[in-house]
């Protein structure tokens, strides 16, 4: 069956590059950032493997533009571009049969498939899926959120024919790796001052490059709170949506009593922990479990939540001051970083938690993988020592590492406690050291 004229006109028109190929360097050049940043995140740029690499993440979080720079040195008329948003897309996306055979009969030179904001293309999974086995060897490339389920229902249609990467926004590392200058002092202190400013604004693309960061921020909120929430969710209240997100934002990492914050916003307890989960799907927050392992009489329950960006966190309660050293939740702010630096660096095979003790000792961080443990505990100011939560859970535990991190210390060092390394860091170290323990070939 022919290609419809006009979905062939329209296809056309967001792929201006098929007919004339001297408009696609210039079309490109004004999709990607002009002082683009390239990811540590999300597949490499010649990465082998199964024919479908999704990235998934946070709207605004340089998905497409990630795709865009590894995709922008192949042949223009190779590459098909597919934005779900579209209504001819969703419409053409009916029939994954039909599509192929009609990408390959009206667009003979196209071996690469772009498909940006996939979850709006109804059983995305399933369409991508079919592309793929239809035999014509397409190299497909898909972006969305999993607020929308896509990364889920995408596993569950195809399993062993495509790879999943996250991307959050930048890193401290990808920063730190677009500084033009190379010396160790000079990285050290542009550490400093990326960090201090992350804890601030965050690093969402559009707010680190641009200089109306907070209404960049506002936008971002208002966008999901109205459209995504609303459209996409069906959520039926979505002020108490928000405000349960205003909530969350001024209880970071402190346990979430569900109880006490549906009393808080109006709505049920149910219905609070469904809008959790909804926030974490849209890797909003995260939900961070407590570890529990039996040595001590331990909270094994409840969850503490995270944002994943402190600039989103910070728009959502209207803290703007950039001088961390006066403001009161300086030890909330160094902690919420410490998590979105753990979760951009996490290996999979490692799970995240929070360490509580009923007696009151708590640790904020422990990383398991199997029968190894880390233990990570924040400190806002510029003193730090041991404390007696890591000395109680150093004891019940016998980690393989503790690490005790400062924003702002020359305390650098490791002691022993009961054959435990515990090493003083700052936090412009914290990835790096967790980076190398996650590599590190230990056999327990």
């Known amino acids: 069956m022919g290609m419809n004229p006009k979905t062939y006109e329209d296809i056309i028109n967001l792929n201006p590059w098929i007919t004339n190929p001297k408009t ?8 990607l950032p002009k002082h683009f940043i390239p990811r540590i995140q999300g597949p490499a740029p ?18 497409t533009s990630l795709v865009w720079s590894i995709l922008k040195d192949r042949p223009p008329q190779s590459v098909l571009f597919l934005n779900g948003e579209e209504r001819v897309v969703r419409m053409w996306a009916n029939s994954a049969g039909l599509m192929a055979a009609n990408i390959r ?33 397409f190299d497909v490339w898909v972006t969305g959120s999993s607020a929308f389920h896509l990364m889920d229902k995408t596993r569950e249609s195809m399993a062993g024919r495509a790879s999943q990467h996250q991307l959050l926004p930048f890193s401290l590392e990808e920063l730190l790796a677009a500084e033009k ?3 160790p002092v000079a990285l050290d202190s542009a550490a400093i001052k990326h960090v201090r400013r992350m ?15 907070w209404v960049t921020l506002k936008s971002l909120i208002n966008a999901f709170v109205t459209r995504d929430a609303s459209d996409m969710f069906r959520i039926r209240n979505p002020e108490a949506f928000r405000k349960l997100m205003q909530l969350a934002a001024g209880q970071i990492g402190q346990m979430a009593n569900q109880s006490e914050w549906a009393a808080h916003v109006g709505v049920s307890s149910s219905t609070v922990g469904q809008y959790l989960g909804m926030l974490e799907d849209a890797w909003i927050i995260r939900q961070v479990p407590a570890f529990a392992g ?24 209207g803290s703007r001051s950039e001088d961390l050293d006066r403001r009161l939740d300086r030890g909330a702010l160094a902690e919420g970083f410490a998590f979105s630096e753990i979760a951009k660096t996490l290996d999979p095979l490692w799970s995240l938690h929070y360490w509580r003790a009923k007696g009151g000792a708590e640790v904020d961080f422990v990383l398991i993988n199997g029968l190894r443990k880390i233990g990570i505990e924040i400190k806002s100011g510029p003193r730090i020592k041991i404390s007696r939560s890591a000395r109680s859970f150093i004891q019940a535990y016998h980690p393989e590492l503790f ?6 210390t020359d305390q650098a060092g490791t002691q022993l406690l009961e054959q435990t390394p515990i090493k003083f860091i700052p936090l412009s170290h914290l990835a790096k050291e967790v980076r190398e323990v996650m590599d590190a070939d230990i056999s327990v």
Do not use: C
Request: aromatic fraction near 8%; charge should be negative.
């Open 181 to 183: 200058t190379r010396t």
């Open 403 to 408: 690490l005790v991190v400062s924003l702002d």
């Open 24 to 31: 696609y360097k210039p079309r490109l050049a004004g999709l």
């Open 294 to 317: 039996g040595a001590r009489r331990e909270v094994t329950s409840a969850v503490r939540v995270h944002f994943y960006d402190m600039g989103l966190r910070n728009a959502l309660t």
């Open 199 to 213: 804890m601030v604004r965050g690093s969402y693309p559009q707010v680190w490059e641009g200089n109306d960061h």
């Open 105 to 137: 009969e009206a667009f003979p030179e196209v071996t690469t498939l772009f498909f940006d904001e996939a979850q709006h293309i109804e059983d995305a999974g399933l369409l991508i899926k079919g592309l793929i086995d239809s035999g014509h060897g």
């Open 46 to 63: 010649d990465s082998d493997g199964p024919s479908a690499k999704l990235i998934v993440g946070p709207r605004q979080s340089g998905k």
